[in-house]
Structures are given as C-alpha cells and as structure tokens.
DNA sequence: ATCTTTCCCACCTAGGTGTGAACC
DNA sequence: ATGGTTCACACCTAGGTGGGAAAG
C-alpha cells in the first residue's frame, strides 16, 4: 500500500455492517466523455473547481446512523507527465507529496436518511498548486496523474473522526491530470461546451460578438 | 414568561460556568440609526434576508468546549400593528403564531475557539410569511413586532441538543416590525443607503440612468 | 528557445435589492 | 375605496469560466 499513493484494489471491501452500501457516480456519460480523451483539471493558487462536478448518489446506509462524506485525491503513480505531439508521455519522476488533505463535505455529520434523499454533491471542493494554502483546499503538483475517492465514514461527529470503519470508492473514469492551463484542446472545448461558467466562450452560431478591445 | 412571548428580563442569567460570556452587537451605529426611526424588515414567501445583518463578537467561551449558536425570533407584545400618519399604530390582537423555529448558524456546532476567532455573521437568516415554508426560514406574521435572540448552547451536535445549558442574549436595537412592504420611506433610504444589494436605486449625483421602458 | 505558471480580463451563473403595477 | 400582498423586473453583488499576454 504505497504512501498516499493509490492502493489497489481500489474500493476496499467495506465493512460487513455496511455490506449494502452503494455509491453511484452521477453524470457518468459526462466523466466518460472527458475520460476517453484524458481528462485535466485546472489548478490555481486560488483554488478552482473540478469539472465536471463530482456527484454521487447513495444507498444502503443505515438511516438513523450518522455519517461523514469526505474527499481525497491520491497520486496515481510516480511519474511526471508532459504533453507532447498531442499525446501524454512520461516526463520524469514525481514531485514529492505533502500528505494529502481531505475535504468533508460540508454537510457532515448528517444521518443516512439525509446523505441518501437526494444526490451528494462536492462542487465546493477546490483545488490548488499552492503548498501554503490556508483555505483548506486540496493541494495538488501540476503534471502529475490523480484519483479522487469518495469516503463515507460513520462517526458522530468530525472531531471524533476514526479510520476503523469506512468505505472508501473510487471511480477510475474520474481521473485526470493536473495541469495550470489546458494542453488538449478538446478538453477545453469539453469544458466551454459543459460548463455553464464558460457559455461565454462558445460559438453562438456566428452570434458571438468580438471580444472588446481595451484601451489603457 | 409568555408562551413563545419575550421574556422579561431579556437576558437570561446565564449559567455559572458561562459567567464571562460576553457577546457584543456589531454595526450598533447602522442598528441604532434603524431602530431611532422604527426597523422594518421585509418578509416574502420565498425567503428574504435581514438588513442590517445580525453580527456579534463572542468571548468568554471555552476554548476547547463545543457550541452551537442559534437565533430566534419571538413576539415583543401581542398587537398587530399598522402604519398611520406616518406612525406605527396598534390596529388589533396578534395572529396566532405557530412555534418559533430556529436558525442554526451552519458553523454549529464548533469550538469555542472557532466561535471566538473571528465574528459570526447571521447573513444566511431569511424570513417569511409563509406558514407552509419547507425551506427552514423563519416564519413571521407581517405587522407584528418582533425581537431577535442569539442562544449560545453547550452540546456536541445538533441532534443532542438539549435546554439545560445555554445563555440567551437579546439586543433591543434590532427589535423590528416584519411588513411586506416598507411603509416609512426614511427607512426605505436607509436600506438603499446601506445595503450593496440595493445600490442600483441610490441616486448616483444626477447620473442615474433612467430606468428602461419595457415593451411588451 | 521551450515549457509552465501567473495575472487581469470579458463574459458568464447565481442570487440579493427595492420598484411599481397588479392582485386580493 | 382602502390596506396589504405578490410578481416580474432592472440593477446590483459575488464569484466561477477560459483567453491571452506577460512572466518565470
């Protein structure tokens, strides 16, 4: 089991108390369609969203026990990536990790019944290339090759947090490559067809007006 | 001790463990100068905030214990009011009220450190006048006079809350009547003048655009 | 040179304002 | 008639997009 690196198998068998328990990856079609072509997440010192957006639909907890959903984004293997001739290679070794930090959705604690009447969503989760950050968002290096993973731990509450009995799932068509602007143009025309942040650069049918020249 | 009435005195004495606790009301300035002239806020069915926004600084918590905050909004006396050559009038006996719920601040629960570090801020707070509100806003009879209650409470979540702990502050600079729409227009201009919100109806020093003409 | 990162920007989404006419 | 409520709206704040030039 590597340090923070992606253990295999990836979903560890979830205790036989929660033998029931399902997580269903949302929008996978979306994941697909980025995944197919490798997809890249922006990171900024400010922190910038994933997309698409991470949403899971859940079932088979206990209703009246109480529950934490958090996040994590382990390294996928050792390498460093470069983009070169429209396609990823292996450009050297991995830049060392800071331990990698979580993020419990905001939601925590809440009971079964909460987590499973409609779908979880982390659209808040940041991510950064900023080793100092404060803010709690999830650190990444630019290049490098990531899993997220889904928790879902039973605890009272996030103080009393204890690694004795979790589920943790990852969905592989969730991978990317971090990186600080895009590489692969098709990404970016995936992002500015999907994203509702990024209308403004789609081709409205010819529509679209110049961009404004700004006289300084 | 009126049923869901305010309770005389104001503030509880609060426990002897709790004896240090101090809150203090922020932006007393921008308070006082709507409660001089008689605070109005708004109700609608969908939810509106409060303006000026309830702000406190705490201290005296302990570090290391965990609070939950919450606010409530109870009654000040039980007539109806109505707003008559330009004055507030008693125009009747109150509605019935169903039973006061309570806003959570969505920190709770947390250290008291947390509590402490920074002020805590009740901008999120809505309020409504609709009975059937399945949003968790508070629900309020318009023309009614109402006082804002800060509770701080000992417990470890929001599910073992219990009423044998806690210290209840009310500050009568943010007592108001709800209404549906603002009848003094010195409050009107003040609301203008001071919330960010509605700084598209100050009037800029001439420069104001007209408003556009709709065609339909 | 080449590759990667940073910064400001126009352009969006999302949602908080009072208005004034319509509604009851 | 009168008084209170609702609704669509223009106009804001707040903040999430990729672009492109500049910087490293």
Redesign the interface.
Known sequence: LGLGHLPAPQNFPPPSALKDMKVTLEQKDLWDSFHDIGTEMIITKAGRRMFPTYKASISGLDPNA?YILLMDIVPMDDNRYKYHNSEWVVSGKAEPLMPGRLYIHPDS?ATGTQWMKQSVTFHKLKLTNNAMDQQGHIILNSMHKYQPRLHIVQA??V?SLRWNSFSTFAFPETSFIAVTAYQNEKITQLKIDNNPFAKGFRDNGGNRRERAIVST
Do not use: C, G, H, V
């Open positions: 109480k604690p009272n509450d103080y």
